[in-house]
């Protein structure tokens, strides 16, 4: 498996930007999708976006168009780009690695607040 250690976030305005990352650590070539999923407070943790070792990507319908996600696999570490954030993007976000044999591995979480 692998151990993901994620950076970045912090707080914005609504309609500004931010940015967070996430490294991969042991078994990387075992992994396929890297993404980013968020807990918003009083939610449950829910799906923001993926991306597999071939540069499929998959947003969630409420940050297509604002957020971006990216990988560099010889880095192993993913990126998520957001922009034109809004109050109800504030959570905590995590950074998930998904391989085979079969496992998901999740980082520890990073914060991001936006405020109005």
Do not use: H
Request: hydrophobic share 30%.
């Amino acid at each position: 498996q692998v151990q993901l250690v994620e950076s970045g976030g912090g707080l914005a305005q609504a309609g500004g930007s931010l940015s967070v990352s996430c490294v991969a650590s042991g078994e990387i070539s075992t992994i396929n999708d890297m993404g980013w999923y968020r807990q918003r407070p009083g939610m449950q943790r829910e799906f923001v976006a993926t991306m597999s070792t071939g540069g499929a990507r998959s947003y969630a319908d409420s940050v297509k168009g604002r957020f971006t996600i990216s990988r560099d696999n010889s880095k192993a570490t993913v990126y998520l780009q957001m922009n034109s954030l809004k109050p109800e993007d504030t959570g905590v976000y995590y950074c998930n690695a998904r391989g085979w044999p079969a496992y998901s591995s999740w980082g520890q979480g990073t914060q991001v607040t936006v405020s109005s």
